[in-house]
């Protein structure tokens, strides 16, 4: 995202005021005059690109597709899966082996090794936190206290 730039100290212009106020006025530019200009056509543009798409000019049906209609994304339905109540590295195994058998889409073992991994992150967080605590509590660190 771009910033909005600060006028040059003692250049005498304030915040939203223009630095060159006989410039080129709004809606002048070379663009906005040929936009302008089609602005009045574009219900007849659409007909015509739509009579050539019907006619079998695939760019035109393309170019009305593309700007109509979103386009359509790859749903994986959910799949159940049963994992061991053993350690993480357990479950683990148990997506892998399920998306070799085919029993689950790679996607979603993708994003279920993933989730794992982030548990597995949090769960070394929570036992950290333990042994810090249990640290503090025998006041094995010297007496410091958080």
Same mark, same amino acid.
């Given at each position: 995202?771009?910033?909005?730039?600060?006028?040059?100290?003692?250049?005498?212009?304030?915040?939203?005021?223009?630095?060159?106020?006989?410039?080129?006025?709004?809606?002048?530019?070379?663009?906005?005059?040929?936009?302008?200009?089609?602005?009045?056509r574009?219900?007849?543009?659409?007909?015509? #690109?739509?009579?050539?798409?019907?006619e079998?000019?695939?760019?035109?049906?393309?170019?009305?597709?593309?700007?109509?209609?979103?386009? #359509?994304?790859?749903?994986?339905?959910?799949?159940?899966?049963?994992?061991?109540?053993?350690?993480?590295?357990?479950?683990?195994?148990?997506?892998?082996a399920?998306?070799?058998?085919?029993?689950?889409?790679?996607?979603?073992?993708?994003?279920?090794?993933?989730?794992?991994?982030?548990?597995?992150?949090?769960?070394?967080?929570?036992? #950290?936190?333990?042994?810090?605590?249990?640290?503090?509590?025998?006041?094995?660190?010297?007496?410091?206290?958080?």
């Amino acid at each position: 995202m771009t910033e909005k730039r600060k006028p040059p100290a003692g250049h005498g212009w304030k915040p939203g005021q223009s630095g060159n106020p006989k410039g080129r006025k709004p809606g002048t530019s070379e663009v906005q005059k040929l936009r302008a200009a089609i602005a009045d056509r574009v219900p007849d543009i659409i007909k015509a #690109l739509l009579a050539q798409a019907l006619e079998g000019d695939v760019a035109a049906a393309r170019l009305l597709l593309e700007r109509t209609i979103a386009p #359509l994304k790859a749903v994986e339905p959910p799949q159940a899966i049963g994992l061991p109540d053993g350690n993480l590295t357990e479950q683990g195994r148990a997506v892998l082996a399920a998306v070799a058998a085919g029993e689950l889409a790679p996607g979603q073992g993708s994003t279920l090794i993933a989730a794992i991994g982030a548990l597995a992150r949090v769960a070394e967080i929570d036992e #950290l936190t333990a042994r810090i605590e249990a640290l503090e509590a025998r006041g094995a660190l010297g007496g410091v206290n958080a």
